[in-house]
């Protein structure tokens, strides 16, 4: 095996961006590895096609997590990019960058260079989003010439989006047609990740280029399945492809870059964690550190879904005449309902007015699917009829999670623990949130459009009801993250705030893991502005003047 300067674990949304950044100079040889395989699947490259993905084990590692008291001991299902480009290749393409006091929490919980003037020169580096292409937001706050591309749609959204925007105006809500503007609040429509019809993932945008250099090695189909550490340095990962175990040497350092869930569950099986558990599973402790798997955060939300009086996207995508015109439309002219997500419109809003900021997130899809998918079926046919449906998320959960793995094998997953709901604070910010859902579909806007209330319906009115309907029906919004807690405490955290591990050398960690605390609404893009910045404390590069 080659050696290397830089071994890179995960080739998802901020190990594509390490990549690249890393071996732009052409002076250090880089090693990606990547458990998944190709990206190049029509189903990925088409916006519209993650649904046909979501239970597509090809491309997902399908987690499904332990049950939950407080959501009615159920189980909830986590789909996780196991592709090149991770879950930027599976996820739905909004593009939010959180909201500016997000990164001042971070910098104020001990962690200095993380505020918003020391993040937002990353996210203007990673952005591709053209003047031209902007049809209604604030150039100066957009990168254009990063490799990211970033589409401003709101000239392609359905048109009841337009009712939707109206509704929160009516409830004296602000237009904002651009939440990654100098503000967030307010409602509008979503800029997505896609370029020319076709998904912009991480792959696509930094680990392509990357791949063109002679100093960039990839290898797909490799399960990580240990650190190797010498004297305490991190010197190699072993890993298994095609059932036979490899190890690749890091002169320099190992970056983890394999999400929330595999970033812990890999520091576990290398030994770094809760010492018992280790013992207890036979693997030997290089470092202890209760704090690896901990911290486990996620939006949870609720969609109300409805009877429309007027066409919806069900009209053309349910039919099989319609499913045919929109791939004729797509496949000769990139246009139509598969060229974009079914997420178009959203908002940011306060459910109390003494609020200083947002505390929740809207979704407005035009578009419904009452019957939920099966592992054997994707999510791919709505509903006979016109329909639509309003989600929402709390934007900044209280409640905590952890994981931990309970074998020393790599391919056993590890078990997860959301703790979904498990503050007052949780259940009484989603009762607010769906009470605010009631108040916009009684606009003049909206409640022309619409027939009924199908879920959880009109009936529904008590809080005691609407919190049952909750507790019962309430899903990840896929966004786990926080379990290597970022912190200059080595013994509240796991790595530093130059993203290494604690107790150890020449091992970092660089992905949604480290965020201390979830920021305020997609983490896509917040994770890969953590690849970004990265990149450049592994290189000891200062981006700007507040390093």
């Known amino acids: 095996m080659v050696n290397y300067d830089y071994i890179i674990v995960g080739a998802g949304s901020a190990g594509c961006v390490v990549a690249n950044r890393l071996s732009e100079s052409g002076s250090h040889k880089v090693l990606v590895l990547e458990a998944g395989g190709s990206d190049q699947r029509f189903w990925i490259q088409t916006p519209i096609g993650y649904g046909r993905t979501f239970f597509d084990d090809r491309v997902n590692w399908k987690y499904l997590t332990e049950k939950d008291a407080q959501t009615n001991n159920r189980a909830s299902y986590w789909p996780r990019g196991k592709v090149l480009g991770g879950s ?13 006091e997000d990164y001042e929490d971070w910098s104020n919980q001990d962690n200095p260079g993380w505020n918003w003037q020391d993040v937002f020169p990353y996210f203007k580096k990673m952005e591709n989003l053209r003047h031209e292409n902007l049809q209604r937001g604030d150039a100066n706050f957009h990168g254009t010439e990063g490799p990211l591309h970033v589409d401003d749609v709101s000239d392609r959204v359905h048109a009841l989006c337009d009712n939707f925007i109206k509704a929160g105006q009516e409830l004296g809500q602000s237009f904002n047609p651009d939440f990654n503007g100098e503000r967030q609040e307010g409602v509008g429509i979503y800029q997505l990740t896609t370029r020319n019809a076709r998904r912009m993932s991480a792959a696509r945008a930094y680990l392509r280029p990357a791949l063109k250099r002679r100093n960039v090695d990839l290898i797909t189909g490799a399960l990580a399945t240990k650190i190797v550490f010498k004297d305490a340095q991190a010197a190699g990962v072993e890993f298994m492809r095609h059932n036979r175990k490899r190890t690749a040497w890091a002169g320099r350092e190992v970056i983890l870059c394999a999400g929330a869930i595999n970033s812990p569950q890999l520091l576990q099986l290398s030994g770094i964690g809760d010492p018992a558990r280790l013992k207890d599973l036979g693997i030997e402790v290089v470092h202890a550190n209760k704090m690896v798997g901990q911290n486990l955060q996620d939006h949870l939300g609720i969609s109300h879904f409805y009877r429309s009086r007027v066409a919806t996207l069900n009209d053309e995508l349910y039919p099989w005449p319609g499913k045919l015109l929109a791939g004729l439309k797509y ?29 929740m997130q809207l979704y407005f899809s035009p578009v419904s699917y009452l019957k939920a998918p099966t592992d054997t079926r994707p ?11 309003i989600g929402l998320q709390p934007l900044r959960p209280s409640s905590r999670g952890y994981l931990y793995i309970d074998s020393a094998e790599a391919t056993a997953p590890p078990k997860i623990h959301p703790n979904y709901l498990s503050t007052q604070k949780d259940v009484n910010e989603m009762l607010e949130g769906v009470r605010f859902i009631r108040r916009l579909t009684a606009t003049d806007a909206l409640s022309g459009v619409i027939e009924k209330e199908i879920i959880p319906g009109a009936e529904i009115t008590s809080d005691q009801a609407l919190i049952e309907d909750i507790r019962a029906r309430c899903e990840t919004v896929f966004h786990p993250c926080g379990t290597c807690k970022m912190g200059s405490d080595a013994n509240a955290s796991v790595v530093d705030p130059k993203l290494k591990v604690h107790g150890v050398r020449g091992l970092r960690v660089a992905d949604a893991s480290i965020f201390p605390s979830i920021t305020s609404g997609n983490i896509n893009a ?3 502005m953590v690849g970004e910045k990265a990149a450049d404390l592994i290189l000891e590069r200062c981006l700007h003047d507040h390093c």
């Open 88 to 100: 930027s290749s599976i996820n739905a393409m909004v593009y939010i960058r959180g909201q500016q």
């Open 331 to 359: 496949v000769l002219l990139r246009k139509g309902p598969l060229s974009l997500s079914i997420n178009q419109a959203g908002g940011f809003i306060r459910t109390r007015e003494n609020l200083s900021r947002p505390n």
């Open 526 to 528: 917040p994770t890969m």
């Open 379 to 389: 999510l791919m046919n709505p509903d006979p009829f016109p329909g639509f449906l």
